[in-house]
C-alpha cells in the first residue's frame, strides 16, 4: 500500500521551501509520494491569490519530481471547505492508500479548535514539522515580490516567478 502524503495549504506562492519538505520526507522513506492540495477560494485569507493562479503555480513547481503531485479537489467544491471536509474528500479519493497529512506544527497546536475536531483527530495519521523560526514565510516572500527584492529568488524557481509577474499577482501585498 502506497504511502500518500497530503500538503494542504493556500500555497501563496509555494517555494522551494513546500518542495524542499516534501522531499525530504520521500528521501527519508516516510512517504512514497507527496500531493499538493490548494485551499480553494472560499478560505478567508488576506491577500489569497485565486485558486486557479495558486493550482497553477503547483503544477510549475513540482513538474520536474516525479512523485510530486498536486489535486485539485479542493478547487472543485463550490464551498467553503474545512479540514474535515478536506479529509474526507481525500478519503474517499485515495481509499487505497495508506494517508498522511503533512501539516506545520503551528496548525497542528490550533487542531482543538478546529471543526469536528474529534471526528479528525484520532482518525488520520499526520506528519507535524517543526516550522523553524528563522524560516521565510510567505508573507515575507510577498512582501519581497512586492519590493521587487532579488532575495525572493533564493525560494521562488524563475519559472514560479516569471509565471508571478506574467499575471501580476502579489501586486500592491
Known amino acids: 500500500m502506497n504511502k500518500i502524503g497530503f500538503f494542504g495549504g493556500c500555497f501563496n506562492p509555494p517555494t522551494k521551501i513546500h518542495i524542499n519538505i516534501a522531499n525530504k520526507l520521500i528521501e527519508q522513506g ?18 489569497l491569490v485565486e485558486a486557479k493562479h495558486r493550482y497553477n503555480l503547483l503544477k510549475i513547481i513540482t513538474k520536474d519530481f ?6 485539485d479537489l479542493e478547487l472543485k467544491e463550490n464551498r467553503e471547505l474545512f479540514a474535515v471536509d478536506a479529509f474526507e474528500l481525500i478519503e474517499k479519493k485515495y481509499s487505497t492508500s495508506n494517508i498522511f497529512f503533512i501539516m506545520g506544527s503551528d496548525n497542528y497546536k490550533k487542531m482543538s479548535t478546529w471543526k469536528d475536531y474529534n471526528k479528525i483527530k484520532d482518525k488520520y ?12 514565510s510567505s508573507t515575507q516572500i510577498r512582501n519581497m515580490l512586492k519590493n521587487n527584492d532579488k532575495r525572493m ?18 501586486e500592491g501585498v
Open 30 to 47: 516516510k512517504l512514497d509520494k507527496v500531493v499538493f492540495v490548494p485551499v480553494n477560494d472560499y478560505y478567508k485569507k488576506a491577500n
Open 66 to 71: 516525479k512523485n510530486l503531485e498536486v489535486d
Open 125 to 136: 495519521n499526520y506528519i507535524i514539522i517543526d516550522r523553524d523560526e528563522n524560516e521565510v
Open 153 to 170: 529568488m533564493e525560494y521562488l524557481p524563475k519559472e514560479v516567478y516569471d509565471y508571478i509577474v506574467e499575471n501580476k499577482l502579489f
